[in-house]
């Protein structure tokens, strides 16, 4: 039985808006509650299916939910083999079931000078150095520690903030006035050309 796509449409409109909240309410254990989810209609219809695990660290709640997920999906992909070790760490059985495939990234593009000058401009930057951070506003990446750092620099620094995430507010309300908050970027060449220094404030990286 396959449906028409104006008779899909509606269905797959709630799905999303379900799947939405799910998220919003599901925090950091975003990454595994779907393969959870997945992995147990997979076993009831006989699909595989395939949990990617990228963290390396996490709450409790988001250790459950992962071991949960390495058990019940047909095979775990990791983005590193530190990743892929803790896997086996927490469930032995998974030996033979853990797919390493690294997290790619394709050649920066050249930016143009009066394109980072625009957008200098467009974010209202002045000649102060310009700190860039391209990262999920996430607890594991740091932000909140690097605005406590910016506090303690002499000098005016602009710090750009690029990315979302559910830090989001809490940064926001605990952030000084010359930091900009970018939003998710399809294209993270000028916002990486734009910058004076470069910071990956993580606590801990896959």
Same mark, same amino acid.
């Given at each position: 039985?396959?449906?028409?796509?104006?008779?899909?449409?509606?269905?797959?409109?709630?799905?999303?808006?379900?799947?939405?909240?799910?998220? &919003?309410?599901?925090?950091? $254990?975003?990454?595994?509650?779907?393969? +959870?989810?997945?992995?147990?209609?997979?076993?009831?219809?006989?699909?595989?299916?395939?949990?990617?695990?990228?963290?390396?660290?996490?709450?409790?709640?988001?250790?459950?939910?992962?071991?949960?997920?390495?058990?019940?999906?047909?095979?775990?992909?990791?983005?590193?083999?530190? +990743?892929?070790?803790?896997?086996?760490?927490?469930?032995?059985?998974? +030996?033979?079931?853990?797919?390493?495939?690294?997290?790619? +990234?394709? %050649?920066?593009? !050249?930016? %143009?000078?009066?394109?980072?000058? !625009?957008?200098?401009?467009?974010?209202?930057? $002045?000649?102060? %150095?310009?700190?860039?951070?391209?990262?999920?506003?996430?607890?594991?990446?740091?932000?909140?520690?690097?605005?406590?750092?910016?506090?303690?620099?002499?000098?005016?620094?602009?710090?750009?903030?690029?990315?979302?995430?559910? &830090? &989001?507010?809490?940064?926001?309300?605990?952030?000084?006035?010359?930091?900009?908050? !970018?939003?998710?970027? $399809?294209?993270?060449?000028?916002?990486?050309?734009?910058?004076?220094?470069?910071?990956? %404030?993580?606590?801990? &990286? !896959?």
């Amino acid at each position: 039985y396959t449906l028409s796509l104006p008779d899909a449409l509606p269905i797959w409109k709630g799905l999303v808006g379900v799947h939405d909240v799910w998220m &919003e309410a599901a925090g950091e $254990d975003r990454e595994a509650l779907p393969a +959870v989810a997945a992995g147990l209609a997979g076993r009831t219809v006989g699909t595989p299916t395939l949990y990617h695990r990228h963290h390396l660290e996490g709450s409790s709640r988001l250790r459950v939910a992962s071991r949960v997920a390495t058990r019940v999906t047909t095979a775990t992909m990791v983005v590193s083999h530190a +990743v892929g070790r803790r896997v086996v760490d927490e469930d032995p059985g998974a +030996v033979d079931r853990v797919v390493l495939a690294r997290n790619g +990234v394709g %050649p920066p593009r !050249a930016v %143009p000078a009066d394109e980072i000058i !625009a957008l200098r401009d467009r974010l209202g930057l $002045d000649r102060a %150095p310009v700190v860039v951070v391209v990262a999920r506003l996430r607890p594991e990446k740091g932000h909140r520690h690097l605005l406590r750092a910016l506090a303690l620099v002499g000098r005016p620094i602009n710090l750009v903030l690029v990315g979302s995430g559910p &830090e &989001e507010p809490s940064l926001r309300a605990a952030a000084p006035s010359r930091v900009v908050f !970018a939003g998710h970027q $399809d294209d993270v060449a000028p916002w990486y050309a734009m910058a004076d220094i470069v910071v990956l %404030p993580s606590l801990h &990286e !896959a």
